[in-house]
């Protein structure tokens, strides 16, 4: 089955502390994976996609095929990294996404 | 200014009644999504669209139905079948099925 997982759906930290949001993903193919976040009152957006390996905003997420694993990193987080945060896979040739719950990142100062 | 819009913002109705939630793009997109986001579920795909005139159900699609007789435009109709209507809906377009999604701001729908 075709699925995605993130553990957590609050994650709270302090500004300035590291950051890891957790994503698995269940797929028998060759997975292609996706960070989305959304900021409060603003559209859902693309962060970060594995297939381009760059750095959005100091974060980074790590392709892991052997855990099954695509977790989103930042070693300092910020009070603006405060939002809603998706892991999504692509469905195949169909294009579509599946997309995780979600973990709502909260940065405390 | 250029994007994906999705009208209106707020949608009320009542129990029974059909809606149609309209999306609307200029992106010259080939592929369009409808999500349902409800809290602690995350995004569930409703129906996509490759191309005009075609379309495929998603994981949720009982209850709505789609037309996509235009390229810029993917109105989804929530019927009276679908059992708990009341949600936000989002939109999303891609130039095609391997690029990056763009998603509207959303219609929370409320059946009273």
């Known amino acids: 089955a075709q699925r995605v997982t993130q553990p957590e759906k609050l994650l709270s930290v302090f500004k300035g502390a590291p950051v890891e949001l957790k994503c698995n993903y269940s797929?028998?193919?060759?997975?292609?994976l996706f960070w989305y976040v959304q900021y409060s009152r603003q559209r859902l957006q693309l962060l970060l996609r594995h297939i381009s390996r760059e750095s959005i905003k100091g974060f980074t997420a790590d392709l892991n095929k052997g855990e099954t694993s695509f977790h989103l990193k930042k070693p300092f987080a910020q009070e603006e990294d405060s939002a809603m945060y998706y892991c999504a896979l692509r469905r195949g040739s169909q294009g579509n996404l599946i997309f995780g719950k979600g973990t709502k990142l909260s940065v405390k100062p | 200014d250029g994007g994906i819009t999705q009208s209106p913002k707020y949608l009320f109705r009542k129990e029974g009644q059909n809606v149609t939630l309209s999306c609307e793009q200029n992106?010259?997109?080939?592929?369009m999504y409808w999500y349902r986001q409800d809290p602690g579920q995350g995004l569930r795909l409703i129906y996509y669209?490759?191309?005009?005139?075609?379309?495929q159900k998603g994981d949720i699609a009982e209850g709505y139905s789609v037309s996509r007789e235009k390229k810029e435009s993917f109105p989804l109709t929530v019927t009276s079948a679908q059992k708990n209507p009341t949600a936000f809906y989002l939109c999303?377009?891609?130039?095609?099925?391997?690029?990056?999604?763009?998603f509207g701001q959303g219609t929370r729908l409320t059946v009273v």
């Open positions: 992106l010259n997109h080939d592929a």
């Open positions: 999303a377009s891609s130039l095609n099925s391997n690029t990056e999604a763009f």
């Open positions: 669209s490759q191309i005009v005139n075609d379309f």
């Open positions: 797929y028998s193919g060759s997975p292609e």
